[in-house]
């Protein structure tokens, strides 16, 4: 039986705290290099010793209950049907439960950093972390329902666990959805500092500095260093916009001084300056420029230069 606890489990040494006789154990569990998801089951009162592991371990309790608490001593963590609680991977920990049901999540913190770190903000430093239980209730219900519909999927569901998008979606959800539950220390800083992330400013960046480029937006992601989606979901998240909507409107500010300056004898005409900054359509262009500026684009060309 423990041959079989440590093929399933963390390395462990296992204390038994009544009779060993009519002990049980089940586990289910499927993973893959990502992530991996599953079901335990332990009967009676039992407590183990868990050696630091290298992965993030989520566990949910689904009857009955569980404690962990640094093996050197420090305060006991508690979790009964509901709740969840990361497993510490900073050092030893003594875990005790009784007549439990656990769902069991575990990610692969190298995948993490790779999958949304420059969308978070956070390496892999951040991610060595103690136990800790979520930030706010609503945040554990919220990732609770993610590992049901994870489960539902890659435990259950042969078909989907095959497919490669299905499982990269499955694991993109978990991962930022664990930095969101969690106390990561990267975002806690990010927060204190008010800052968007790196992946948000070099997008920024990048398309303040080539508004006047005919740049597209896996250019745009490319020079913010992720995907297509995860900079999407940054922008929206921290700009409220998306990376197009916000080309537009830089590209909008451009013209829009382009035609402060421009007069009349100067050869420049609306249409000509909304073609060089990214308006082919001169209609669309005049809607846009109303919308933002409350006039018409040619209501804003001067008829003298404009004083030096």
């Known amino acids: ?90 050092s030893r920990s003594a875990v005790r439960w009784k007549d439990c049901t656990l769902g069991a999540v575990v990610l692969s913190p190298a995948a993490i950093v790779a999958e949304v770190g420059a969308l978070a903000g956070i390496g892999l430093d951040d991610l060595l972390m103690g136990t800790a239980r979520p930030v706010s209730a609503v945040r554990e219900r919220h990732w609770g329902s993610v590992v049901r519909h994870v489960s539902d999927g890659f435990l259950r569901n042969p078909e989907i666990r095959d497919s490669e998008l299905s499982r990269t979606a499955m694991f993109h959800l978990l991962a930022l959805t664990f930095v969101d539950t969690f106390p990561v220390p990267g975002r806690e800083r990010f927060a204190e500092h008010g800052q968007g992330p790196l992946v948000v400013r070099r997008a920024v960046e990048f398309i303040e500095e080539h508004a006047g480029d005919d740049i597209t937006l896996v250019q745009i992601a490319t020079a913010a260093g992720v995907g297509v989606r995860a900079l999407q979901q940054g922008m929206r998240r921290h700009r409220d916009t998306t990376p197009l909507a916000y080309l537009r409107e830089v590209r909008m500010g451009h013209a829009h001084r382009a035609l402060l300056r421009a007069v009349a004898d100067d050869g420049s005409t609306v249409a000509g300056i909304a073609t060089r900054w990214g308006f082919p359509h001169a209609g669309r262009f005049s809607a846009l420029y109303r919308e933002r500026y409350g006039a018409s684009p040619g209501d804003a060309r001067r008829e003298e230069p404009p004083s030096p």
């Open 1 to 90: 039986m423990h041959d079989h606890l440590r093929s399933v489990h963390v390395e462990h040494s296992l204390l038994f705290a009544g009779e060993v006789d009519g002990f049980e154990c089940r586990s289910t569990m499927v993973e893959e290099d990502r992530f991996g998801v599953g079901l335990l089951w332990h009967s009676a009162a039992r407590r183990i010793v868990v050696e630091p592991y290298p992965l993030l371990t989520v566990l949910h309790c689904l009857d009955g209950m569980v404690a962990m608490a640094p093996w050197r001593g420090g305060a006991e963590v508690v979790i009964r049907p509901g709740q969840s609680l990361l497993c510490g991977r900073d």
